[in-house]
């Protein structure tokens, strides 16, 4: 593995010691502020930090910056304490105490620094064919909107459902992924949250 130059190192030391600090890393834009320098110079510093494999960076997120090794003090796995919701009350807020059914800690890739989340145990065979099964702990990051396509937790006259999400005209449809459930139009309905992973034991 290839060394690093000095100004690469101190960046290296930031990012470390920014996630130590604040559980999540941080944005291109504050390690320039930091340093006082461009963007592009920020960019290129992190590319070359990655090729030498000092980072790993996702380019489809935000603060998706890891420390793999080198910085000042290398960096715990990120955990998260993640609500397990059991039987959801009428009229009840989803994360009432109510509606608790204990909590699960997950690590990095199930969950990310900066995101909430919550998880459902999977009822019913009406996602089958999304690869979700009846047992499944299906691990949801909190969202109020969605994108067609998407498979999403909405709120549907106080009852919970885990639906492929498509925007229609004048109506939302809740597709469900198998051909023996019928699909779901409704006008009124509320998006709680993404579906993120699913986590199966055996």
């Known amino acids: 593995m290839k060394g690093i130059t000095d100004r690469q190192q101190e960046v290296l030391n930031f990012i470390s010691d920014f996630t130590k ?4 890393p941080p944005t291109v834009r504050e390690i320039g502020d930091h340093f006082d320098i461009s963007l592009r110079a920020v960019q290129d510093h992190i590319a070359a930090l990655q090729k030498k494999g000092f980072l790993s960076l996702s380019q489809k997120r935000s603060r998706s910056i890891r420390v793999l090794h080198g910085g000042n003090a290398e960096p715990n796995p990120f955990v998260s304490k993640v609500p397990l919701l059991g039987t959801v009350a009428a009229g009840k807020p989803l994360l009432c105490e109510e509606n608790l059914d204990g909590y699960v800690n997950l690590t990095e890739p199930f969950v990310r620094p900066g995101k909430s989340y919550f998880a459902l ?7 089958i064919n999304a690869g979700i099964l009846e047992g499944d702990l299906a ?13 999403i ?48 034991t055996y």
């Open 139 to 151: 691990i949801v990051e909190q969202a109020e909107v969605a994108a067609d396509g998407q498979i």
């Open 121 to 127: 145990r999977v009822r019913g065979q009406s996602m």
């Open 21 to 24: 600090e604040n559980e999540y």
């Open 153 to 200: 937790v909405a709120v549907i006259d106080d009852a919970i459902t885990l639906k492929r999400y498509y925007k229609e005209a004048d109506r939302i449809r809740l597709h469900p992924e198998n051909p023996a459930f019928n699909e779901i139009y409704c006008t009124d309905v509320r998006v709680v949250g993404i579906l993120s992973n699913i986590v199966r």
